[in-house]
Each structure stands twice: as C-alpha cells, then as structure tokens.
Nanobody
Framework: QVHLVESGGGLVQAGGSLRLSCAASGSSFTFNAMGWYRQAPGKQRELVATIISGGSTNYAESVKGRVTIARDNTKNTVYLQMKNLRPEDTAVYYC??????????????WGQGTQVTVSS
C-alpha cells in the first residue's frame, strides 16, 4: 500500500523558516505529481505548491516568493522550504502524490499531515 509520511513541522516565530519533507513509498511507479496542500482550522484545504517529475512547479499566489518546492525523483521524496513565515501560514500541511498529473486535480494519495504553527 502507498504511504506518504510528512515530517518537519513545528513551531516557528514569524519571519522564520521551516523545511517540510514527505517520503512516499509503496508505489510500483514514480509519482509524476507531488505537492503540498494545507488546511487551517475552520477553512478549506488549499493548494500550496506542486511539482511534476520533469521539474515544473506551481505555487499558490499567497506563498509565491516565500516557499520553494523540490523533489528527489529517485526517492519519491518532496520537500517544501518555507521562509518569511507569517501567522496566517499556520495550518496542517498535507503531502499529496499521484502517478498521473491531472490539471487542477490533486493526486490520489495523501499523507497524514504535519502541523505548522507560526507565532506572532
């Protein structure tokens, strides 16, 4: 079975940095699409950033310039480097992956989430 395991969440001061990691396993194929979504309390889950195996990336407007997504295709691992964090970035961050990259749709698989809390 497919497993996506996030790590790297925690408490950080406003203006600080944090690096999230997601290790995917259990698939017979490389996940062509990997990315990060987040969900704040009382709010809908939203896209943060995605990256495909060829390296193309997509970022939410709210995080452009402050986050960088990267991946290691040989390890099916995706990273999210965040800087200049704001209290409004506080959310549970979920790793997402799919064997096929479908426009405007998340991949089939989700991680359990990792909490990111930005203090003011």
């Amino acid at each position: 079975q497919v497993h996506l395991v996030e790590s790297g969440g925690g408490l950080v001061q406003a203006g600080g940095s944090l690096r999230l990691s997601c290790a995917a396993s259990g698939s017979s194929f490389t996940f062509n699409a990997m990315g990060w979504y987040r969900q704040a309390p009382g709010k809908q889950r939203e896209l943060v950033a995605t990256i495909i195996s060829g390296g193309s990336t997509n970022y939410a407007e709210s995080v452009k310039g402050r986050v960088t997504i990267a991946r290691d295709n040989t390890k099916n691992t995706v990273y999210l480097q965040m800087k200049n964090l704001r209290p409004e970035d506080t959310a549970v961050y979920y790793c997402n992956a799919g064997v096929l990259a479908i426009l405007n749709r998340p991949g089939r698989y989700w991680g359990q989430g990792t909490q990111v809390t930005v203090s003011s």
